[in-house]
């Protein structure tokens, strides 16, 4: 069964610089969920989108950006990176909002030096 | 074996033998609960959910028990397997939609 795609795998990026992350959930699934889970740490939600929308926002800071596509799939902008942004960030899709389980990538590796 | 979860964050066990892993939440308004398992470079894996009008849920070799009361969650995996040892998380959502993850316990199955 096709699962949810994370592109890239790993990024190296320096300081003040940005990246993209992009986030392609399962077919027909249209909500998707940002994460970020830093060494050691539990995942911490960003930001969740549903039908293209914003449908709710958690611990994103304000250099970080997302949007949802008319094809469901999720783009994280991230500028001015700090080293303490270096983590995994995961993407999670699900069928719909509220109680539905949530499905998740093999996340994307960011480390900033 | 057995956790407390956020206060002891490894659980060791033999292999065969049933290991709990338990889980405070926060959020009395939180209804809908997850339990995943990560393993080492992996995303978390869905294992099992549970509703706030159920106290009880069994799936295969795992079951998951609620207490609304004292805000409390707990995983057992019965005649836990060297294929079972990762971080488990628990997870609560309050119909916000968003999933909010407790500190994770890591599992390890001695053979």
């Known amino acids: 069964a096709a699962g949810v795609i994370q592109s890239p795998r790993h990024l190296i990026k320096e300081k003040r610089e940005t990246a993209t992350l992009k986030c392609y959930p399962i077919p027909r699934h249209d909500t998707v969920y940002w994460y970020q889970q830093g060494p050691g740490q539990d995942p911490q939600f960003l930001i969740s989108?549903?039908?293209?929308?914003?449908?709710d926002k958690g611990s994103i800071p304000d250099r970080f950006s997302a949007q949802q596509f008319s094809d469901y799939h999720s783009e994280l902008n991230m500028s001015s990176l700090e080293l303490g942004d270096s983590a995994l960030y995961f993407c999670?899709?699900?069928?719909?909002?509220?109680?539905?389980?949530?499905?998740f990538g093999p996340g994307t590796r960011l480390t900033v030096t | 074996g057995e956790s407390v979860g956020l206060h002891l964050p490894t659980l060791s066990v033999q292999e065969g033998d049933n290991s709990i892993i338990n889980c405070a939440y926060s959020?009395?308004?939180?209804?809908?609960f997850i339990w995943y398992k990560q393993e080492s470079g992996k995303g978390p894996q869905f294992i099992i959910d549970?509703?706030?009008?159920?106290d009880k849920r069994q799936g295969q070799r795992v079951t998951v028990l609620l207490n609304k009361t004292v805000k409390h969650l707990s995983l057992q995996i019965a005649a836990t397997q060297p294929g079972d040892s990762a971080v488990y998380f628990c997870a609560e959502n309050d119909n916000n939609n968003d999933m909010r993850f407790g500190a994770g316990t890591r599992l390890t199955v001695k053979p």
């Open positions: 999670a899709s699900s069928l719909g909002l509220g109680s539905y389980e949530q499905y």
């Open positions: 989108f549903y039908e293209k929308m914003q449908s």
């Open positions: 549970i509703r706030s009008n159920m």
């Open positions: 959020n009395s308004a939180s209804d809908y």
